[in-house]
């Protein structure tokens, strides 16, 4: 069964602290990862798409990479108005594009 | 329009009663998906549409929901008897996808079904 698990569920830092947040998936066929910021009341906004191991992305403090098992989503010097939750999600082939999403992990950052 | 645009933000019904959200995908975009959101983070896919034939049905509760995109209106996703479960957020997406409805989706700002 598809499954897409994200880690960890909670992550505090102070600005200026960079970490990284993992998303862990098990997928057959994928036909790409997703990653996606959303701020309470609101939908997600999608910030990259990533096709196959070994490719990265970024954008501003956000970089994110792609193994053949798991994403990261790397967070350099975050700001306070980086603290949202961040969904990682992934679309399988002959599949219709449905995307299937991860838990989130909740992001706060203190200035 | 540049966003995807969802009507009503709110809804409040009580049990029994029809409910029925409207979207308004990107101009340009050819899938429409809708997805449900139940507590926190937990998104639930329910049916996609390619234009207006429907491209993937799998996820619909198909007894009391039922959704569609007509030309030139806005897509709608009506839930006949509301029931208490049903209470969530729901979300529209739109994605100018190539082939066979792959690649990012745009969400909207939601629609919150409250049934008491």
């Known amino acids: 069964e598809d499954q897409v698990t994200q880690s960890p569920e909670a992550l505090r830092l102070q600005e200026g602290e960079s970490s990284s947040l993992n998303c862990s998936y098990t997928?057959?066929?994928?036909?790409?990862l997703f990653w996606y910021r959303q701020d309470p009341g609101k939908g997600p906004e999608f910030l990259f798409t990533?096709?196959?191991a070994g490719e990265e992305k970024e954008k501003e403090r956000l970089k994110a990479t792609l193994t053949k098992k798991e994403s990261f989503l790397h967070i350099t010097a975050p700001k306070p108005e980086d603290s949202a939750t961040y969904l990682c999600?992934?679309?399988?082939?002959?599949?219709?594009?449905?995307?299937?999403f991860g838990q989130g992990t909740e992001l706060s950052v203190k200035p | 329009g540049e966003e995807v645009a969802q009507t009503p933000k709110h809804l409040v019904r009580g049990e029994g009663q029809k409910a029925k959200l409207y979207c308004a995908p990107i101009?340009?975009?050819?899938?429409v998906f809708w997805y449900q959101q139940v507590l926190k983070n937990e998104f639930k896919f329910l049916i996609s549409?390619?234009?207006?034939?429907?491209?993937?049905e799998t996820g619909m509760p198909k007894e009391r929901f039922s959704a569609k995109c007509l030309p030139n209106s806005p897509c709608s996703l009506e839930i006949q008897a509301t029931k208490l479960e049903d209470s969530a957020v729901y979300f529209c997406?739109?994605?100018?996808?190539?082939?066979?409805?792959?690649?990012?989706?745009?969400f909207g700002p939601g629609t919150r079904l409250t049934v008491t």
């Open positions: 101009k340009g975009h050819s899938y």
């Open positions: 997406a739109s994605s100018p996808m190539g082939s066979r409805g792959h690649g990012e989706q745009y």
């Open positions: 990533l096709y196959s």
């Open positions: 549409f390619q234009n207006e034939n429907v491209f993937d």
């Open positions: 999600a992934v679309q399988r082939g002959n599949q219709g594009g449905k995307l299937i």
């Open positions: 997928v057959s066929g994928l036909r790409g």
